[in-house]
T-cell receptor
């Protein structure tokens, strides 16, 4: 079956702009999580959606938001971009029921803010 | 809040040497997962451990889950250049099964 698809793969934006990233999870997975990855910081959790509801949110400012659609596809939005938002943004889908919690990651969107 | 810590942060080995990374959680985990991220790639699921004291092997990789279900280790025997990458452990957030808390990873480099 198809894996997790993230678009776009690369993005260059200027400070103050906003950006929307998209993630299509594996068919049948209802949980989508977003992570920010920067050198030395590992994978920092942004938020998780399950059946269109945000279940968890990490410690990021309100400029970071997301949503999930009825087909489980998810988007995340970052408004008023700052230089420090430059990172690899990874989306992970999971079945998230019982012990089936392993995450399947997309290839990520590399965001550069200039 | 819930934290997962990993050591060491970096490990440089000669090809053929062994490698071990350790993971410690601030809370008891229902399960622990390990991922590998190759340079320029994305994290890929390796294995999940569920039972206290569980040991699983994948070829040269041995994974252990501690008796208290708060720590874990990954041991690679006789490293190869293909083992290069960053190894992450992760545990589920107590509040949500779909949210994994990741350690910061151990970056392994292998000198041929």
């Amino acid at each position: 079956k198809a894996g997790v698809t993230q678009t776009p793969r690369y993005l260059i934006k200027t400070r103050g702009q906003q950006v929307t990233l998209s993630c299509s999870p594996i068919s049948g997975h209802r949980s989508v999580s977003w992570y920010q990855q920067t050198p030395g910081q590992g994978l920092q959790f942004l938020f998780e959606y399950f059946s269109e509801t945000q279940r968890n949110k990490g410690n990021f400012p309100g400029r970071f938001s997301g949503r999930q659609f009825s087909n489980s596809r998810s988007e995340m939005n970052v408004s008023t971009l700052e230089l420090g938002d430059s990172a690899l943004y990874l989306c992970a889908s999971s079945f998230a029921q019982g012990l089936n919690t392993e995450a399947f990651f997309g290839q990520g969107t590399r965001l550069t803010v200039v | 809040g819930q934290q997962v810590m990993q050591i060491p942060q970096y490990q440089h080995v000669q090809e053929g040497e062994d490698f071990t990374t350790y993971c410690n959680s601030s809370t008891t985990l229902s399960n622990i997962q390990w991922y590998k991220q190759r340079p320029g790639g994305h994290p890929v699921f390796l294995i999940q451990l569920v039972k206290s004291g569980e040991v699983k092997k994948q070829k040269r990789l041995t994974f252990q889950f501690g008796e208290a279900k708060k720590n874990s280790s990954l041991h690679i025997t006789a490293t190869q250049t293909t083992d290069v990458g960053t190894y992450f452990c992760a545990g589920p957030n107590r509040g949500s099964q779909g949210n994994l808390i990741f350690g910061k990873g151990t970056k392994l480099s292998v000198k041929p």
